[in-house]
């Protein structure tokens, strides 16, 4: 789909906390994840800049664990906070998506 990037910045943020929240992993596996899951236009710079504010605000645990190859690697899981944020994403996605699918049925 052209330009889908616009559309979901607001929901990307999400993407990664469900993503987080079903296994711990790390930015590079998001991020393939991510592409298979047919969001082919996102890319790492944009997951790195996601889980950085992920972190900032206190939603996920972080531990370094050697690479096989590089520097060690960020390992994400989601705490307390994280899940709480994640439940409130999905309401508020249901919240959207069933208004959006009433306007696309003709407002009934």
């Known amino acids: 789909m052209?330009?889908?990037?616009?559309?979901?910045?607001g929901t990307l943020e999400g993407c990664v906390l469900e993503i987080i929240g079903s296994e711990e992993t790390y930015g590079y596996a998001i991020?393939?994840?991510?592409?298979?899951?047919?969001?082919?236009?996102?890319?790492?710079?944009t997951v790195y800049t996601i889980l950085l504010r992920l972190e900032r605000n206190g939603l996920v645990q972080v531990t370094k664990r050697p690479s096989?190859?590089?520097?060690?690697?960020?390992?994400?899981?989601?705490?307390d906070a994280?899940?709480?944020?994640?439940?409130k994403f999905w309401t508020k996605w249901q919240y959207v998506s069933s208004r959006i699918d009433r306007l696309k049925e003709g407002g009934r």
């Open 68 to 79: 096989g190859v590089g520097p060690p690697r960020k390992f994400y899981a989601l705490n």
């Open 82 to 87: 994280g899940r709480e944020e994640l439940a």
């Open 2 to 9: 052209d330009d889908l990037t616009e559309m979901l910045k």
């Open 31 to 45: 991020t393939r994840q991510l592409n298979e899951l047919g969001f082919a236009d996102v890319i790492e710079g």
